[in-house]
């Protein structure tokens, strides 16, 4: 939980916040509950395959978006990379909550 308090935070470096908590842990995170979503469909089972499949990817996927933002308004590199991070972990996180 700490993890998440401090990429919450933005306290991860930009690389560090894209890579492996928008990319990587979102990938995972999101494919994980997409998953449990359409075995518990099967099991006509709606309200926990909803619970499961929005209530926690969305979560996670704005955790991450804002993380990445923030983490973006301290880097001190070419501000290019920072602008690209953001707007790959909107569109990342916005393509894996509508699927």
Same mark, same amino acid.
């Given at each position: ?6 990429? @919450?935070?933005g306290d991860?470096a930009?690389? +560090?916040?894209f =890579?492996t @908590? #928008? &990319?990587? &842990?979102? !990938?995972?995170v999101n494919?994980a509950?997409?998953? %449990?979503f /359409?075995? !518990?469909?099967t099991q +006509?089972q709606p =309200? *926990?395959? /909803? !619970?499961i $499949?929005? $209530?926690?990817?969305l979560?996670?996927?704005? &955790? #991450?978006?804002? $993380? &990445? =933002?923030? *983490?973006?308004?301290?880097y001190? $590199?070419?501000?290019?990379h920072a602008d !690209?991070?953001r707007g #790959?972990t909107?569109v990342?996180?916005?393509? %894996?909550? %509508?699927?």
């Open positions: 939980m700490s993890q998440l308090r401090t990429l @919450w935070r991860y930009l690389a +560090d916040a =890579w @908590w #928008a &990319v990587t &842990v979102g !990938l995972l494919v509950t997409s998953l %449990l /359409l075995i !518990l469909i +006509d =309200w *926990a395959a /909803l !619970l $499949g929005y $209530g926690v990817s979560p996670y996927n704005f &955790v #991450a978006i804002v $993380g &990445v =933002w923030r *983490a973006a308004a301290r001190h $590199g070419p501000a290019i !690209l991070a #790959a909107v990342l996180m916005a393509a %894996l909550s %509508l699927t």
